[in-house]
């Protein structure tokens, strides 16, 4: 499969329309999935998972996890917030028990997740938030990884539709 054919990108200009995506996504989502938050500092993983959290039902503050690893938070589903920025070893990820972590019908929302490919579940969706042009433009990129993600494909493109950033000739995704 080409990257293309795995991956849908959006275009935010505002912290506002980051949230409303992903808070968009969030009847895309279900017990047990786990989405990877990658990109640099400041790029916008922690306002990412509050907008999928306020689409999951969580009314508490989502805060950014930095110093604790896990935060949890209760809603439609439970939200398990991870930030692994400041993991070193692949020992200290496999210690978080991640699995057991999804097994609960929770969702796991990983800040720098991609830290720990290594210790991962085969499916996850990977949102790569990267600066745009302007000091409020970011890029989201949406990687399907494994089988229960690849089938989501029309689901995830309605859902991100008012943000979607159309490739060269490319026609709107859905
Ligand atoms: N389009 C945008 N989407 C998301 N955040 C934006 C956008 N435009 C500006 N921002 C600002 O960028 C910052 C994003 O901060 P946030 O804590 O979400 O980043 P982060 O990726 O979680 O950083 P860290 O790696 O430190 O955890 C906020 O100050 C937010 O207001
Ligand atoms: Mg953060």
């Known amino acids: 499969m080409t990257e293309r054919a795995t991956v849908l990108v959006a275009h935010t200009s505002s912290v506002a329309q980051t949230q409303a995506l992903a808070e968009a996504l969030a009847p895309v989502v279900g017990p047990g999935d786990l989405l990877l938050l990658a990109g640099d500092l400041g790029a916008g993983k922690t306002a990412f998972a509050q907008g999928l959290g306020a689409g999951l039902g969580v009314t508490e503050p989502i805060?950014?996890?930095?110093?604790?690893l896990v935060q949890e938070y209760e809603g439609r589903l439970r939200v398990h917030?991870?930030?692994v920025y400041r993991i070193d070893h692949l020992d200290e990820a496999l210690e978080l028990g991640l699995a057991e972590l999804l097994d609960d019908?929770?969702?796991?929302?990983i800040e720098w997740g991609d830290a720990i490919l290594p210790v991962l579940p085969a499916d996850y969706l990977e949102v790569r938030l990267t600066f745009g042009d302007g000091d409020d433009d970011r890029i989201i990129a949406l990687r399907r990884v494994g089988a229960s993600w690849g089938a989501r494909r029309d689901a995830l493109a309605r859902a991100i539709a008012?943000?979607?950033l159309a490739g060269p000739g490319e026609p709107a995704p859905c």
């Open 81 to 83: 917030h991870l930030d």
């Open 105 to 109: 019908g929770g969702v796991a929302l």
């Open 63 to 68: 805060t950014s996890p930095t110093f604790t």
């Open 162 to 164: 008012p943000w979607y």
